[in-house]
T-cell receptor
Framework: DVKVTQSSRYLVKRTGEKVFLECVQD?????MFWYRQDPGLGLRLIYF???????EKGDIPEGYSVSREKKERFSLILESASTNQTSMYLC??????????????FGPGTRLLVL | KQEVTQIPAALSVPEGENLVLNCSFT??????LQWFRQDPGKGLTSLLL?????REQTSGRLNASLDKSSGRSTLYIAASQPGDSATYLC??????????????FGTGTLLAVQP
């Protein structure tokens, strides 16, 4: 059974704190993604990784960084949290495969509140 | 730039009704289109994936169609039940994204099925 887990369901942090969001997949997938989801804006891609130590910026990378030291783990880092980073954060991991035939598996999400 | 739109943003129907959710996209150069379900405060669950060469996919009471040339997809839910209440999102995988499987999401339709 495919599984993507995220380290926290809910987090409350203060402005200026460094925040780590962890995502782990047990499917041996190369690709891993971080999205944020906001009302009226849908899911927006922050960063993704297609292999260990490889990363690419998504559509809204500002204020974020990522780390992929092991294949199964992809971390999203908020270097100095701000209130506009209050959001739902979703990790996803699709299998690398033939174009058109794959799906994406999502974690349960982390709801972050920055005060 | 690919844009995905879902109409309506919210829908309320009585139990037992058949209903249709709509998704439109601006660029027909896609590998596939997926429909996801999201329960409140949770991650996304893939419902149906339609490859660009396909016209429809069915799973139980769900049927998704794809008209790539007109940039439209519909999700048909037969005999709706209160347990179908959730947010439904569609997402396209644009061509040209390489093996990274990036998706572009719509903002979703919030469905409430009244008992």
């Amino acid at each position: 059974d495919v599984k993507v887990t995220q380290s926290s369901r809910y987090l409350v942090k203060r402005t200026g704190e460094k925040v780590f969001l962890e995502c782990v997949q047990d499917m041996d997938h190369e690709n891993m993604f971080w999205y944020r989801q906001d009302p009226g804006l849908g899911l927006r891609l922050i960063y993704f990784s297609y292999d260990v130590k490889m990363k690419e910026k998504g559509d809204i990378p500002e204020g974020y960084s990522v780390s992929r030291e092991k294949k199964e783990r992809f971390s999203l880092i908020l270097e100095s949290a701000s209130t506009n980073q209050t959001s739902m954060y979703l990790c996803a991991s699709p299998p690398a495969g033939l174009a058109g035939q794959e799906t994406q598996y999502f974690g349960p999400g982390t709801r972050l509140l920055v005060l | 730039k690919q844009e995905v739109t879902q109409i309506p943003a919210a829908l309320s129907v009585p139990e037992g009704e058949n209903l249709v959710l709509n998704c439109s996209f601006t660029d027909s150069a896609i590998y596939n289109l997926q429909w996801f379900r999201q329960d409140p405060g949770k991650g996304l669950t893939s419902l149906l994936l339609i490859q660009s060469s396909q016209r429809e996919q069915t799973s139980g009471r769900l049927n998704a169609s794809l008209d790539k040339s007109s940039g439209r997809s519909t999700l048909y839910i037969a005999a709706s039940q209160p347990g179908d209440s959730a947010t439904y999102l569609c997402a396209v995988r644009p061509q040209g994204g390489g093996a990274t499987n990036k998706l572009i999401f719509g903002t979703g339709t919030l469905l409430a099925v009244q008992p």
